[in-house]
């Protein structure tokens, strides 16, 4: 393995938050809202598979992702990263509470 792949590897482990911490906070802000996930999908033109393995951790969502899903959610961008750090920080309770419009 070389530097450069070490030095890659040991700023990944330190990013906060992850996918899992992202997907957590989907599935949260999504259940206050009593939104199942076969709505969120095909609210943001995804199969409910593909966002059941992004609630899980299991795929890494990208900026287009982060920003259909918080606008389907009706949230912006920055609060679903709050909620992701706020899991990564062990502080995110699985009850977001959503405030009415």
Do not use: Y
């Amino acid at each position: 393995m070389d530097r450069q792949q070490v030095l890659s590897d040991s700023f990944a482990m330190e990013l906060r938050p992850n996918k899992e911490d992202f997907g957590e906070a989907i599935r949260a802000l999504r259940k206050a809202k009593d939104i199942t996930q076969e709505t969120l999908a095909a609210d943001t033109g995804m199969a409910a598979s593909n966002l059941s393995l992004l609630e899980s951790g299991t795929r890494q969502p990208n900026l287009d992702k982060i920003v259909k899903r918080a606008s389907a959610l009706e949230t912006e961008p920055s609060e679903l990263l709050r909620l992701a750090e706020a899991h990564a920080a062990g502080q995110l309770a699985l009850e977001v509470t959503v405030k009415p419009k």
